[in-house]
């Protein structure tokens, strides 16, 4: 059975080929940036859970830095709408 930071591993790979791969199929640009977006949102919780250990932590950090990955996220998806709309 493949261990967790094996899993999360070949994830991340498979993600980070896909930012690679994704934006040239995406007719939109605003889209890719929402969906490479969304791959950097799983990326970056599952590094949080994964490699930083915050699975084992109490749920009240999870949910913190969970929140953190995802303002982050929206705020930069926000600033590529704002651009695209300029």
Same mark, same amino acid.
């Given at each position: 059975m493949m261990a967790r930071l094996d899993a999360t591993w070949l994830l991340l790979i498979g993600l980070a080929i896909a930012t690679v791969v994704v934006p040239s199929l995406l007719p939109r640009a605003l889209l890719a940036n929402a969906v490479l977006l969304a791959f950097a949102a799983v990326k970056g919780r599952r590094i949080v859970l994964d490699y930083l250990?915050? +699975?084992?932590?109490?749920?009240?950090? +999870?949910?913190?830095?969970?929140? #953190?990955? %995802?303002? @982050? @996220? %929206?705020?930069? #998806?926000?600033?590529?709408? @704002?651009?695209? %709309?300029?």
């Open positions: 250990d915050l +699975r084992a932590a109490p749920a009240v950090w +999870r949910g913190l830095v969970s929140t #953190w990955v %995802l303002v @982050v @996220v %929206l705020f930069a #998806w926000l600033a590529s709408a @704002v651009i695209a %709309l300029i």
